[in-house]
T-cell receptor, first 114, second 114 residues
Framework: ETGVTQTPRHLVMGMTNKKSLKCEQH?????MYWYKQSAKKPLELMFV???????ENNSVPSRFSPECPNSSHLFLHLHTLQPEDSALYLC?????????????FGPGTRLTVT | AQSVAQPEDQVNVAEGNPLTVKCTYS??????LFWYVQYPNRGLQFLLK??????LVKGSYGFEAEFNKSQTSFHLKKPSALVSDSALYFC????????????FGSGTQLTVLP
Protein backbone atom coordinates (compact mmCIF):
# COMPACT_ATOMS: atom_id res chain seq x y z
CA GLU A 1 0.00 0.00 0.00
CA THR A 2 2.92 2.41 0.20
CA GLY A 3 2.66 2.90 -3.58
CA VAL A 4 -0.37 5.16 -3.09
CA THR A 5 -0.61 7.35 -0.01
CA GLN A 6 -3.54 9.41 1.23
CA THR A 7 -3.76 12.14 3.84
CA PRO A 8 -5.39 12.66 6.20
CA ARG A 9 -6.48 9.15 7.17
CA HIS A 10 -9.39 10.50 9.21
CA LEU A 11 -11.27 13.77 8.89
CA VAL A 12 -14.22 15.20 10.77
CA MET A 13 -15.71 18.36 9.36
CA GLY A 14 -18.79 20.49 9.78
CA MET A 15 -21.12 21.21 6.92
CA THR A 16 -19.78 24.74 6.51
CA ASN A 17 -16.09 23.81 6.50
CA LYS A 18 -13.71 23.62 3.57
CA LYS A 19 -11.12 20.87 3.55
CA SER A 20 -8.99 18.95 1.04
CA LEU A 21 -8.00 15.33 0.67
CA LYS A 22 -4.59 14.55 -0.78
CA CYS A 23 -3.39 11.54 -2.73
CA GLU A 24 0.12 10.80 -3.98
CA GLN A 25 1.21 7.86 -6.09
CA HIS A 26 4.81 6.65 -6.26
CA UNK A 27 4.29 4.09 -9.03
CA UNK A 28 4.92 6.20 -12.11
CA UNK A 29 1.32 5.72 -13.28
CA UNK A 30 -0.46 8.04 -15.70
CA UNK A 31 -4.06 7.77 -14.47
CA MET A 32 -5.59 8.57 -11.09
CA TYR A 33 -9.05 8.05 -9.63
CA TRP A 34 -11.29 9.07 -6.75
CA TYR A 35 -13.82 6.58 -5.39
CA LYS A 36 -16.44 6.83 -2.65
CA GLN A 37 -17.08 3.76 -0.50
CA SER A 38 -20.20 3.81 1.65
CA ALA A 39 -21.36 1.02 3.91
CA LYS A 40 -23.18 -1.79 2.09
CA LYS A 41 -22.87 -0.10 -1.32
CA PRO A 42 -20.58 -0.83 -4.27
CA LEU A 43 -17.65 1.45 -4.81
CA GLU A 44 -18.71 4.58 -6.67
CA LEU A 45 -16.29 6.04 -9.17
CA MET A 46 -16.24 9.82 -8.79
CA PHE A 47 -13.48 11.20 -11.03
CA VAL A 48 -10.84 9.94 -13.43
CA UNK A 49 -7.73 11.81 -14.50
CA UNK A 50 -5.56 10.59 -17.35
CA UNK A 51 -2.34 12.44 -18.13
CA UNK A 52 -3.54 15.16 -15.72
CA UNK A 53 -6.75 15.81 -17.64
CA UNK A 54 -10.13 14.98 -16.17
CA UNK A 55 -11.67 12.38 -18.43
CA GLU A 56 -14.62 11.21 -16.39
CA ASN A 57 -16.95 12.87 -13.89
CA ASN A 58 -19.73 10.59 -12.80
CA SER A 59 -22.41 13.13 -11.90
CA VAL A 60 -20.70 14.14 -8.71
CA PRO A 61 -22.17 17.15 -6.85
CA SER A 62 -20.23 20.38 -7.26
CA ARG A 63 -19.40 20.44 -3.55
CA PHE A 64 -16.66 17.95 -4.54
CA SER A 65 -13.94 19.53 -6.67
CA PRO A 66 -10.95 17.50 -7.89
CA GLU A 67 -7.54 18.83 -8.83
CA CYS A 68 -4.65 17.03 -10.50
CA PRO A 69 -1.59 19.34 -10.65
CA ASN A 70 0.71 16.60 -11.98
CA SER A 71 0.67 12.87 -12.65
CA SER A 72 1.70 11.99 -9.10
CA HIS A 73 -0.73 14.11 -7.09
CA LEU A 74 -4.50 14.26 -6.82
CA PHE A 75 -6.64 16.38 -4.54
CA LEU A 76 -10.30 16.38 -3.64
CA HIS A 77 -11.50 19.74 -2.37
CA LEU A 78 -14.57 19.62 -0.16
CA HIS A 79 -16.98 22.41 0.76
CA THR A 80 -20.46 22.64 2.26
CA LEU A 81 -20.77 18.88 2.50
CA GLN A 82 -23.83 16.99 3.71
CA PRO A 83 -23.99 14.24 6.35
CA GLU A 84 -24.66 11.68 3.60
CA ASP A 85 -21.21 12.46 2.22
CA SER A 86 -19.68 10.67 5.19
CA ALA A 87 -17.80 7.70 3.72
CA LEU A 88 -14.39 6.25 2.97
CA TYR A 89 -12.79 8.11 0.06
CA LEU A 90 -10.31 6.02 -1.88
CA CYS A 91 -7.69 7.17 -4.33
CA UNK A 92 -6.28 4.81 -6.95
CA UNK A 93 -3.80 4.93 -9.80
CA UNK A 94 -3.09 2.80 -12.87
CA UNK A 95 -0.90 2.67 -15.93
CA UNK A 96 -3.08 3.03 -19.00
CA UNK A 97 -0.67 1.49 -21.46
CA UNK A 98 0.71 -1.97 -21.97
CA UNK A 99 -1.16 -4.91 -20.50
CA UNK A 100 -1.57 -3.94 -16.87
CA UNK A 101 -4.87 -2.05 -16.30
CA UNK A 102 -5.19 -2.97 -12.64
CA UNK A 103 -5.69 -0.09 -10.26
CA UNK A 104 -3.70 0.32 -7.08
CA PHE A 105 -5.49 1.85 -4.12
CA GLY A 106 -4.45 4.00 -1.23
CA PRO A 107 -5.63 3.31 2.33
CA GLY A 108 -8.42 5.85 2.12
CA THR A 109 -9.61 8.86 4.09
CA ARG A 110 -12.45 8.18 6.51
CA LEU A 111 -14.62 11.31 6.29
CA THR A 112 -17.29 12.18 8.82
CA VAL A 113 -19.52 15.18 8.18
CA THR A 114 -21.28 16.52 11.27
CA ALA B 1 -23.31 -0.87 -19.47
CA GLN B 2 -21.29 -3.40 -17.51
CA SER B 3 -22.31 -4.96 -14.20
CA VAL B 4 -20.96 -7.36 -11.61
CA ALA B 5 -22.89 -9.61 -9.26
CA GLN B 6 -21.52 -11.18 -6.12
CA PRO B 7 -24.48 -13.25 -5.00
CA GLU B 8 -23.22 -13.96 -1.48
CA ASP B 9 -22.85 -11.15 1.06
CA GLN B 10 -21.16 -13.54 3.48
CA VAL B 11 -19.16 -16.75 3.08
CA ASN B 12 -18.01 -18.80 6.06
CA VAL B 13 -15.48 -21.59 5.74
CA ALA B 14 -13.40 -23.62 8.17
CA GLU B 15 -9.66 -23.16 8.22
CA GLY B 16 -7.95 -25.66 5.94
CA ASN B 17 -11.02 -26.16 3.76
CA PRO B 18 -11.23 -24.93 0.18
CA LEU B 19 -12.99 -21.62 -0.39
CA THR B 20 -14.93 -20.16 -3.30
CA VAL B 21 -16.20 -16.60 -3.66
CA LYS B 22 -18.57 -16.24 -6.58
CA CYS B 23 -18.70 -13.54 -9.23
CA THR B 24 -20.70 -13.17 -12.43
CA TYR B 25 -20.46 -10.29 -14.86
CA SER B 26 -22.09 -8.60 -17.80
CA UNK B 27 -20.07 -6.56 -20.28
CA UNK B 28 -20.03 -5.75 -23.97
CA UNK B 29 -17.18 -7.43 -25.77
CA UNK B 30 -14.28 -9.12 -24.08
CA UNK B 31 -14.00 -8.54 -20.34
CA UNK B 32 -11.07 -7.62 -18.21
CA LEU B 33 -11.74 -9.13 -14.78
CA PHE B 34 -10.17 -8.41 -11.41
CA TRP B 35 -10.32 -9.50 -7.79
CA TYR B 36 -9.46 -7.21 -4.92
CA VAL B 37 -9.34 -7.76 -1.16
CA GLN B 38 -9.99 -5.20 1.56
CA TYR B 39 -8.92 -5.61 5.16
CA PRO B 40 -10.55 -3.45 7.86
CA ASN B 41 -9.67 0.24 7.64
CA ARG B 42 -7.51 -0.36 4.57
CA GLY B 43 -7.75 0.32 0.88
CA LEU B 44 -8.38 -2.32 -1.76
CA GLN B 45 -5.48 -4.63 -2.57
CA PHE B 46 -5.12 -6.18 -6.03
CA LEU B 47 -5.18 -9.99 -6.00
CA LEU B 48 -5.33 -11.15 -9.61
CA LYS B 49 -6.66 -10.39 -13.07
CA UNK B 50 -7.84 -12.05 -16.25
CA UNK B 51 -7.06 -10.21 -19.48
CA UNK B 52 -6.59 -12.98 -22.03
CA UNK B 53 -5.08 -16.44 -22.33
CA UNK B 54 -5.35 -19.30 -19.83
CA UNK B 55 -8.74 -19.37 -18.12
CA LEU B 56 -7.17 -20.23 -14.76
CA VAL B 57 -5.24 -17.31 -13.35
CA LYS B 58 -3.10 -17.40 -10.24
CA GLY B 59 -2.60 -14.47 -7.93
CA SER B 60 -1.28 -13.37 -4.59
CA TYR B 61 -1.46 -15.36 -1.33
CA GLY B 62 -2.36 -18.65 -3.05
CA PHE B 63 -5.59 -17.36 -4.60
CA GLU B 64 -6.68 -18.30 -8.10
CA ALA B 65 -9.70 -17.60 -10.26
CA GLU B 66 -11.29 -19.34 -13.21
CA PHE B 67 -12.71 -17.41 -16.14
CA ASN B 68 -15.74 -19.13 -17.65
CA LYS B 69 -16.97 -17.29 -20.72
CA SER B 70 -20.09 -19.38 -21.29
CA GLN B 71 -21.26 -18.85 -17.72
CA THR B 72 -19.91 -15.27 -17.56
CA SER B 73 -18.30 -16.11 -14.26
CA PHE B 74 -14.98 -15.41 -12.57
CA HIS B 75 -15.04 -17.24 -9.23
CA LEU B 76 -12.22 -16.77 -6.74
CA LYS B 77 -10.80 -19.91 -5.16
CA LYS B 78 -8.18 -21.10 -2.72
CA PRO B 79 -7.43 -24.76 -1.96
CA SER B 80 -6.87 -24.28 1.78
CA ALA B 81 -8.25 -21.28 3.66
CA LEU B 82 -6.37 -19.44 6.39
CA VAL B 83 -7.87 -17.40 9.23
CA SER B 84 -5.87 -14.45 7.89
CA ASP B 85 -7.85 -14.67 4.61
CA SER B 86 -10.86 -13.24 6.45
CA ALA B 87 -11.64 -9.99 4.67
CA LEU B 88 -13.97 -8.29 2.19
CA TYR B 89 -13.52 -9.43 -1.41
CA PHE B 90 -14.52 -7.45 -4.48
CA CYS B 91 -14.85 -8.60 -8.07
CA UNK B 92 -14.55 -5.96 -10.80
CA UNK B 93 -14.94 -5.80 -14.57
CA UNK B 94 -14.12 -3.41 -17.38
CA UNK B 95 -14.57 -3.86 -21.11
CA UNK B 96 -11.49 -4.29 -23.26
CA UNK B 97 -10.43 -1.21 -25.14
CA UNK B 98 -9.84 2.27 -23.88
CA UNK B 99 -12.58 2.54 -21.25
CA UNK B 100 -11.12 3.13 -17.83
CA UNK B 101 -14.14 2.64 -15.66
CA UNK B 102 -13.97 -0.37 -13.39
CA UNK B 103 -17.34 -1.61 -12.19
CA PHE B 104 -17.19 -3.30 -8.80
CA GLY B 105 -19.47 -5.83 -7.21
CA SER B 106 -20.98 -5.13 -3.82
CA GLY B 107 -18.42 -7.31 -2.05
CA THR B 108 -18.41 -10.63 -0.19
CA GLN B 109 -17.33 -10.86 3.42
CA LEU B 110 -15.23 -13.99 3.86
CA THR B 111 -14.84 -15.37 7.37
CA VAL B 112 -12.47 -18.27 7.95
CA LEU B 113 -13.23 -20.03 11.21
CA PRO B 114 -10.39 -21.56 13.23
Amino acid sequence: ETGVTQTPRHLVMGMTNKKSLKCEQHLGHNAMYWYKQSAKKPLELMFVYSLEERVENNSVPSRFSPECPNSSHLFLHLHTLQPEDSALYLCASSQETGNTYEQYFGPGTRLTVT
Amino acid sequence: AQSVAQPEDQVNVAEGNPLTVKCTYSVSGNPYLFWYVQYPNRGLQFLLKYITGDNLVKGSYGFEAEFNKSQTSFHLKKPSALVSDSALYFCAVRPSGSARQLTFGSGTQLTVLP
